[in-house]
């Protein structure tokens, strides 16, 4: 079974809109990470939020939210405000037990498109 | 504070001979992590290290593939007798070992594997 499973393999949202980028995710670890990176094409790998299985509330960073929903075991990425910027792949991430003592696994991707 | 460093960042080879690409991680990461990347598709994870030490090799192929990361110097991973499957983005990326944290992978700008 898929561990990380991004069904939209593309989006596209308008300028200064809000998207929603969905991850579900599999695992019968109580405790593990997710994890959202974004790759725009000229390659790189950005870190841009993290969510832990133990925390009370949804991670934010800057316009950059997870909407975590550990029962539906989902954790969508929400980004306000678009900007032209924001064009890219996103992948979504989860590690899975309490240490760092395992590798991320990652979905296939869900590539955005900002229009202007 | 130097981030992740991989290089080359482009490799280009012909079948049958090898491929080396260097990593080295973020200063204060004592963790490697190895994924490659095909295109228009998410990361594959390979390998991940520790100094000295290979934690899980799940990922990579049996033969032609190895990894190190030596007390001194660089992670290197190694493919031996390139085959055009072998072309794809290899990223490296580091984290450090907090017990407990979210040990967030910080990537590399990857080398690009291109087998003639």
């Known amino acids: 079974a898929q561990k990380i499973t991004q069904t939209q393999p593309g989006m596209f949202v308008q300028e200064k809109e809000a998207v929603t980028l969905d991850c579900t995710y599999d695992t019968s670890d109580p405790s593990y990470g997710l994890f959202w990176y974004k790759q725009p094409s000229s390659g790189e790998m950005i870190f841009l939020i993290y969510?832990?299985?133990?925390?009370?509330q949804n991670a934010t960073e800057g316009r950059y939210s997870l909407n975590f929903q550990k029962a539906r075991k989902s954790a969508n990425l929400v980004i306000s405000a678009s900007q032209l910027g924001d064009s890219a792949m996103y992948f979504c991430?989860?590690?899975?037990?309490?240490?760092?003592?395992?590798?991320?696994?990652f979905g296939s991707g869900t590539r955005l498109q900002v229009q202007p | 504070n130097a981030g992740v460093m991989q290089n080359p960042r482009h490799l280009v080879r012909r079948r049958g001979q090898e491929a080396r690409l260097r990593c080295s991680p973020m200063k204060g990461h004592s963790h490697v992590y190895w994924y490659r990347q095909l295109p228009e598709e998410g990361l594959k994870f390979m390998v991940y290290?520790?100094?000295?030490?290979?934690?899980?090799e799940s990922g990579m192929p049996k033969e032609r593939f190895s990894a190190e990361f030596p007390k001194e110097g660089p992670s290197i991973l190694r493919i031996q007798q390139v085959v055009r499957g072998d072309s794809a983005a290899y990223f490296c990326?580091?984290?450090?070992?907090?017990?407990?944290?979210?040990?967030?992978?910080?990537f590399g700008a990857g080398s690009r594997l291109t087998v003639l």
């Open positions: 990326a580091s984290s450090p070992n907090r017990v407990p944290g979210a040990n967030v992978l910080t």
């Open positions: 991430a989860m590690r899975e037990g309490p240490t760092g003592r395992r590798a991320l696994t």
């Open positions: 290290l520790q100094k000295e030490n290979i934690i899980d």
């Open positions: 969510q832990g299985s133990y925390d009370q």
